[in-house]
């Protein structure tokens, strides 16, 4: 019997008294199971369990996560971000191969964005970042001038410049980052008149990260969002590179951060 399941609240009244009882009895829960958030193994007889539903638009999914990883949450998405993350749960969809950048439509199609996961060490401690980089210099909405506006946007969202990378970035409220199957899906940003999160960035597929990203990221629960203007950091093949790209940018007044949580986590 999975006495280790733990069913919140908010799930439960999502799906309802009777499926809820017959998680926490065994009947309708996994023997075993891959955690949505780290993708290792899971036992719910052995393992301290969550029960992590994700909600969009038409469709619900329900999937496991050690407890260690994600609390029980109830998790909304865009039904694509969802549908994007079943396919990955499921094995459906092949995953990105994981290489140092991935040019990825920002949400609205106003311009392509580079994105390049890796870990940044500060103050002795591994930090999971995504770094953002456009392709090409980024307009204000609505102008039609030749101006890069991408760091003044960003800016005006809540990024902090930066001008010492040996810094952990403030918090962004309203901002989280959306793993799911131990996969990269979304960035995603407040929406309009206080609805709920929409996506600022969003992978067409989903982006593999390194174990040693989701480790860290399951150990911090936040991930670290640095951009910077077309041609400030390029592809770098390793992470010490990638760190000496960030430092040239923020001694020339190139780049903005942020701190992020994962999505469904408390502060997201």
């Known amino acids: 019997m999975p006495r280790m399941l733990d069913v919140s609240d908010e799930v439960r009244a999502e799906i309802g008294d009777e499926e809820a009882d017959r998680l926490l009895v065994g009947e309708d829960a996994p023997r075993s199971y891959d955690c949505t958030s780290c993708r290792t193994p899971g036992d719910p007889e052995n393992d301290r369990t969550s029960t992590v539903l994700f909600v969009g638009e038409e469709t619900a999914v329900l999937a496991f996560a050690h407890a260690t ?3 029980s949450q109830v998790v909304s998405v865009s039904e694509e971000q969802l549908q994007g993350a079943v396919r990955s749960i499921t094995g459906d969809s092949p995953a990105s191969s994981g290489g140092p950048a991935a040019p990825q439509n920002v949400a609205g199609g106003q311009a392509v964005l580079g994105i390049t996961s890796g870990l940044i060490l500060i103050a002795g401690e591994l930090h ?7 392709t090409a210099p980024i307009a204000r909405p609505g102008s039609d001038g030749p101006g890069d506006d991408f760091l ?6 809540g990024f902090i410049p930066v001008t010492d990378t040996s810094e952990v970035p403030t918090l962004l409220g309203g901002w989280s980052v959306l793993l799911a199957a131990g996969q990269l899906h979304a960035v995603l940003q ?8 929409v996506a600022w960035w969003q992978a067409h597929q989903a982006l593999s990260v390194t174990d040693g990203w989701r480790n860290a990221v399951n150990k911090t629960q936040r991930v670290l969002i640095y951009a910077a203007p077309v041609g400030s950091i390029g592809q770098q093949p390793r992470e010490d590179l990638l760190r000496d790209a960030l430092d040239k940018a923020a001694a020339a007044g190139k780049l903005v951060a942020a701190a992020m949580p994962l999505a469904g986590t408390p502060g997201a």
């Open 190 to 197: 407040p929406g309009n008149d206080g609805g709920g999160q």
């Open 69 to 71: 990883c994600i609390p």
């Open 128 to 134: 999971p970042a995504l770094v953002v980089e456009p």
């Open 152 to 157: 003044p946007l960003l800016i005006e969202q």
